[in-house]
């Protein structure tokens, strides 16, 4: 490998007593793309962060050209020639497209005067934009573009820097076939160019599109690099997970086909779901699989009526033809969101008004009989809180996400839509939460459980229907497949 632009000698860091990062020692070389794959909390973003300058690594150095080069902040990284897109967009809404792409750059009318050049600003924003083979207006806002637009924008941003490195997490999640090959045109455009490119991507499909190098982390180290070529799942699932486990053992399922309760059709909201049909019958736990930018939330969201898709959806064998999340509640179906902070919890409520916020009955109704309706709930999930009356802001994560679900447990549900429930919370939570379905499902209630912790689907779910890509690429029977194959066709690989 030639000499590398930006390089990485026995980087590692930790928090607190986990190790994220263990010895890794790897070169990106000028003219290259290199890519970075393998299974959630394999070190991937940690590696970046240190990169961008997000983060200081406690072990091992960084250089450039080099160069011992230690990257104090963003702000270090960005001098250095070093441009980052994030997963998570750090647009500002409340400005222009132009404002944002320009935003520590924008052009001045004069030395003298600090009066802003729009006109030449929008001018230079729709050339970089032009890059990418979008024709969006510069003068718009950019709280009123769609998710996939604003992720354009933001690599317009980044590569309007002409940057020397460019690092790219997750860059293709949010955006349709075109944009995908827009962007990859692109990005071999820059490499051509002398562009350092750092890719991290889940997507197994991209790589000999995009690639030139392909390195595997797990568990924080870094595995070993192949040529994007030779990038296959039959070679990169076993570096991401060490020997191939064996097939579950079978086991009979909880209960006999009563027919579906939930049936959802041809789900589409563009550009993120693309026909997506669904059946759950009473007592069975369908898993939707689903890496970064595969649909998976979309398709919950719509079902319950949180976002306006195409599709029918039917309840207990009722057509709901106005969905909403007041239609839906009312026919017994929950939803726990992803975002437990911003919609699920009320943060300055208590604990006690937040578990009974679904289950009130109109009018009055003293503490304590709010206390008395959701201690036995709480209990059950395990709720470690010295009072309920506690504000729910002052739990940890795994507490909060217990009182999101012990919400919806209050009053009889026959469906339960799950949207990855065990997110950024810890083991003991963790195994809680999943007796707790199997629970609700050995109860007669239907769950569907969307998540990206495929070894936590595995192990649970009765079926798990696979999304990439806003589609369904699979529908297999865990107790028959592998984890390496599951995530195998979550990562694109063909069925």
Avoid: C
């Amino acid at each position: 490998m030639s000499a590398g632009a930006l390089e990485v000698r026995g980087l590692g860091h930790r928090y607190g007593e986990t190790r994220v990062l263990k010895d890794v020692t790897l070169r990106f070389a000028s003219g290259r793309v290199h890519a970075l794959v393998g299974r959630n909390g394999a070190g991937k973003s940690t590696l970046l962060r240190a990169l961008s300058g997000a983060l200081q690594p406690a072990e091992g150095e960084i250089r450039i050209a080099g160069a011992f080069a230690p990257l104090g902040s963003p702000h270090d990284a960005v001098a250095r020639g070093i441009a980052t897109v994030h997963q998570e967009l750090t647009l500002i809404p409340s400005l222009t497209i132009a404002e944002n792409i320009l935003l520590d750059r924008l052009p001045r009318r004069s030395r003298f005067l600090p009066l802003l050049d729009h006109r030449a600003a929008r001018e230079e924003a729709a050339r970089t934009l032009g890059r990418l083979g979008v024709t969006l207006d510069p003068a718009a806002k950019v709280a009123t573009l769609s998710f996939a637009e604003r992720q354009l924008v933001e690599i317009a941003r980044a590569i309007g820097r002409a940057p020397r490195v460019l690092l790219l997490d997750e860059p293709t999640s949010a955006l349709s076939g075109a944009d995908v090959t827009r962007l990859i045109d692109l990005v071999r455009a820059l490499a051509s160019e002398g562009v350092a490119v750092v890719h991290v991507t889940h997507r197994l499909d991209e790589l000999p599109r995009i690639a030139d190098d392909v390195s595997v982390l797990r568990d924080g180290r870094l595995v070993g690099s192949i040529a994007a070529a030779d990038a296959n799942a039959e070679r990169l699932v076993p570096m991401m997970f060490g020997a191939v486990e064996p097939v579950r053992a079978r086991h009979e399922r909880p209960s006999t086909p009563r027919g579906p309760v939930l049936v959802a059709r041809d789900m589409s909201l563009a550009p993120r779901l693309r026909g997506v049909s669904l059946e759950v019958e009473p007592g069975e736990v369908v898993g939707v699989a689903g890496l970064v930018g595969s649909g998976r939330t979309e398709l919950l969201e719509s079902i319950f009526g949180a976002r306006r898709a195409e599709g029918t959806v039917v309840v207990a064998g009722e057509r709901v033809e106005r969905r909403s999340p007041r239609a839906m509640a009312a026919l017994g179906v929950a939803l726990v969101p992803e975002d437990r902070k911003h919609q699920g919890l009320a943060l300055r409520l208590s604990i006690a008004d937040n578990a009974a916020l679904a289950s009130l009955p109109r009018g009055f109704l003293t503490r304590a009989g709010v206390r008395a309706r959701v201690r036995g709930v709480l209990a059950q999930l395990g709720l470690s809180a010295p009072s309920l009356e506690l504000p729910v802001e002052s739990l940890s994560g795994g507490n909060q996400q217990k009182v999101v679900v012990g919400k919806w447990l209050l009053t009889p549900r026959k469906i339960l839509l799950l949207d990855e429930p065990t997110k950024g919370i810890d083991l003991e939570a963790r195994r809680q939460l999943l007796a707790t379905i199997r629970d609700a499902a050995a109860a007669g209630m239907a769950v569907v459980w969307a998540s990206s912790e495929l070894e936590e689907l595995h192990d649970t779910a009765d079926r798990i229907v696979v999304l990439v890509a806003g589609q369904v690429a699979a529908s297999v029977d865990p107790r028959e497949t592998t984890l390496a194959r599951l995530f195998a066709l979550a990562m694109g690989e063909a069925a």
